[in-house]
């Protein structure tokens, strides 16, 4: 086995792909470690064609599931019998919550890029600059032109369906064709241009091919399943296994090693840089070292952060790169669960075709200036939801009792009922963090994390309004029956966890520079969602992979410089 | 002749929607004559929710509740999914239900046919009668047979495929359509 690479990649997410596609591309041998099994495009996608009927009961979380998978079921949608095989088992992968924290994950290569959200939006100035204009926390390194280029580039390599609509607080990008809006979409688009100045409808933006075909393994247009969280034999949805890793493996630099768990970051303090990493087999649990001139921790937030405390030497006795104190610190998600939905008697002959696995989105419409800016609360939030009529079938049906006359009614569409959600920002701070609990041991021997975060007093104001908000937005459509809910959330069920391992301008108060790299380690890059200073509101994978693709150039660039 | 072959090489030759009585009586030719063991029922509840179902989902020129086993998917529905606390409270429903039941039709509930439950289910399901507050956990617990008989009906195969609007790869997506040109007035299935 060769233990000598250019690069190594921990992790084949989002992130992991990426990084693995860049840096074998620009021709650096690199391995590429995943904790989990292989799983390979299409061929291991043991559910894409199955329709509910095939399951017992249908497609959903069952009794057995939820023993082994208690806390991987707590979205309610995640462990379904089409879909648990890409989530952890709970009881091989504990975790402990000191305050309650979902933690969602799947340990296979692929990671949650097979089973993420795929809305892809940019961040932008007023998330970059947010934390210094509030006082908050501490300044991003880099501002939107830093990365502009960057979501360009990922966009227009992974495929994004979506609309222009030259918000500032919503920025253009390189999108296909978007998809349609069902006929109460439209209505309230048109309805809430007419009430508000200050928002918009439009259809959500997503990593899936709308026309045309993307580099990688035969990728092509989606076909309107609604299959997306079990893999797409269309590869219409982008994921690493049908695009980034296909991309590394075509340029024969890349050696991709499942069942690699990597313990640690080696340091070599002589030369005061990493020199590889240690990995224990899942399998043997044998543990082997690898050596590279570049390591890339893009394992998610969490484990990433793990790794770098459990990477202690005597230069750093609480974990690489850990001299601000900083590594695990600030964790954030986006909050959600709150908003309102309604019905309408309206548009009873109309109906759509195709299952859209995309929703509507309503940008960001506070805090922005002038007179949206609030009292009670700093950031902002969006909307994401939809108009359908196939589920639903109480309201009218149940005035037919039982019967034939029933059931004939039950084959009919239900009734139109529309949903708005809100996915908030939540900001940074110090004391919500993760730590290691060295008394509570994996089956590897390797610490558990244990969480201690929650939302506080500006989420809670701003999920206020959020409700409000929707709720108004639909009743000034002419909605019926308008319900706001504020729903059940704790931490880490946007499963949009990061902030572990921020970046900053100054190695006293942040782990990370304007690069990804270690301020004190720059042969280490991490640009998973630990990086992330602030949340933002909108769904972060696109950042996570623009800021990757631009920290492999920037690994390259230095090598070539003989910097690292 | 395995019945599911059976009835997806039947489903393929007629349109999405249209049911003949050859496909009816074909799939009733094919029904296994082996008697289901309930799992979450006892086999004498098992009898009634049977009746029951039926007269939620009768047979027409679609087959019915019993032809399409949706007790059968039911009963291991609620076991293999629900936990513990919600099959516990279902049952206490399912007592409030017998107890009422037996009131209505006079008789002890093992002899209650089809038409005198048939009368309790009129009773509880049908709108404009007349609940009282002390029946309101009996007429819950109709409702709730009601809503797991339509889950059952809409996941079931033969529904799916042959009698909804069934489109496993739609190949496009359209926002906003005229209901009869895009399913003939079905819902989609999936």
């Known amino acids: 086995m060769d233990t000598n690479y250019d690069a190594i990649v921990v992790g084949t997410g989002v992130t992991g792909g990426w990084a693995a596609k860049e840096l074998c591309e620009k021709g650096l041998k690199t391995l590429v470690l995943e904790r989990g099994r292989m799983v390979k495009h299409i061929e291991d996608y043991p559910t894409i064609n199955d329709d509910p009927w095939d399951y017992k009961s249908g497609d959903v979380i069952t009794n057995e599931t939820r023993k082994i998978q208690g806390k991987q079921s707590r979205t309610g949608y995640t462990t379904t019998e089409s879909r648990k095989h890409f989530f952890v088992n709970d009881i091989e992968h504990p975790y402990n919550e000191t ?55 990922v966009e227009g390599y992974i495929g994004v369906s979506g609309q222009n609509v030259g918000l500032p607080q919503f920025p253009d990008g390189n999108y296909l064709k978007p998809m349609e809006l069902t006929c109460v979409e439209d209505h309230l688009q048109s309805s809430i241009s007419k009430n508000y ?68 970051v080696i340091y070599d303090s002589d030369k005061k840089r990493a020199s590889g990493v240690r990995v224990i087999d899942s399998q043997t649990n044998e543990v082997y070292e690898f ?28 974990g690489m790169g850990n001299s601000s104190d900083q590594l695990g610190r600030n964790i954030m998600d986006h909050h959600l669960g709150v908003g309102a939905f309604a019905t309408t008697d309206d548009f009873q002959d109309k109906f759509y075709t195709g299952r859209r696995n995309n929703g509507i989105y309503i940008p960001r419409f506070r805090n922005i200036g002038g007179s949206t800016d609030q009292k009670d609360f700093l950031r902002g939030y969006g909307y994401q939801g939809g108009g359908s009529r196939n589920q639903s079938w109480t309201s009218k049906v149940a005035e037919m009792g039982y019967g034939a006359e029933f059931k004939n009614e039950v084959l009919k569409p239900g009734g139109w009922s529309i949903g708005l959600g809100g996915f908030g920002e939540v900001l940074p701070y110090e004391d919500n963090r993760m730590t290691l609990n060295y008394d509570k041991l994996d089956k590897w021997g390797l610490p558990t994390v244990t969480f201690d975060a929650s939302i506080k007093e500006n989420e809670r104001n701003m999920r206020k309004d959020m409700q409000q908000q929707a709720v108004e937005m639909l009743e000034n459509a002419g909605f019926k029956d308008v319900k706001g809910y504020d729903g059940d959330y ?14 900053g301008r100054d190695r006293k108060t ?49 090598l070539k410089k003989m910097n690292l | 002749m395995d019945r599911r072959k059976a009835l997806k090489n039947i489903g393929t030759g007629f349109g999405a929607i249209a049911v003949t009585p050859t496909v009816v009586s074909l799939f009733q ?11 979450y029922f006892s086999p004498s509840d098992f009898e009634k929710i049977l009746q029951l179902m039926e007269l939620i989902i009768p047979a027409t020129d679609i087959p019915g509740a019993i032809e399409l086993k949706l007790p059968e998917f039911t009963d291991s529905y609620i076991a293999s999914v629900w936990d513990e606390d919600r099959q516990g409270k279902f049952a206490e429903g399912w007592k409030v239900f017998l107890t009422a039941s037996a009131a209505i039709s006079g008789k002890g509930v093992d002899q209650m046919n089809a038409s005198d439950w048939d009368v309790v289910l009129s009773k509880y399901l049908k709108p404009g009668s007349e609940i009282s507050g002390a029946e309101n956990d009996a007429a819950s617990f109709a409702s709730q047979l009601r809503s797991l008989t339509v889950n059952a009906f809409k996941t079931n195969e033969f529904i799916g495929e042959n009698v909804l609007a069934y489109a496993p790869i739609p190949g496009e997506q359209r926002g906003c359509v005229d209901l009869m040109e895009a399913t003939g007035g079905k819902a989609w299935s999936l």
Not at chain 1, 307 to 315: N, P, T, V
Request: net charge positive; glycine share 8%; with cysteine.
């Open chain 2, 29 to 39: 030719r094919c029904q296994s004559a082996a008697t289901y063991a309930p799992v």
């Open chain 1, 291 to 318: 050596n590279a001139k570049v390591i890339f921790l893009c394992a998610s937030a969490v484990p990433s952060t793990s790794i770098l405390m459990q990477s202690k030497s005597d230069y750093f006795p609480n």
């Open chain 1, 490 to 503: 704790a931490l880490g069920l946007g499963i949009h966890e990061m902030g572990t391992a921020r970046m």
């Open chain 1, 197 to 264: 100045q200050d928002r918009l409808l439009t259809i959500g933006r997503t990593a899936i091919i709308t026309e045309g075909t993307k580099p990688g393994l035969g990728r092509m247009s989606c076909q309107y399943r609604s299959r997306c969280m079990r893999g797409c034999p269309f590869g219409a949805y982008f994921s690493s296994n049908s695009s980034t890793l296909p991309a590394a493996e075509k340029t024969g630099n890349m050696t991709l090693r499942p069942y690699s768990i990597v313990s640690e």
């Open chain 1, 99 to 153: 305050q309650r924290f979902d933690w969602m994950r799947g340990y296979h290569v692929g990671g949650r890029s097979l089973t993420w959200g795929r809305q892809s939006y940019r961040l932008t100035d007023f998330d970059f600059e947010a934390n210094l204009k509030d006082g908050v926390a501490i300044d991003w390194p880099i501002r939107y032109k830093d990365l502009a280029p960057w979501y360009n580039y």
């Open chain 1, 510 to 558: 942040s782990v990370l520079n304007k690069n990804n790299q270690i301020h004190d380690v720059p042969n280490v890059y991490v640009t998973d969602g630990a990086a992330m200073t602030s949340a933002g509101n909108v769904n972060p994978s696109l950042t996570y992979m623009a800021l990757t693709a631009r920290a492999a150039n920037h690994a390259v660039e230095e």
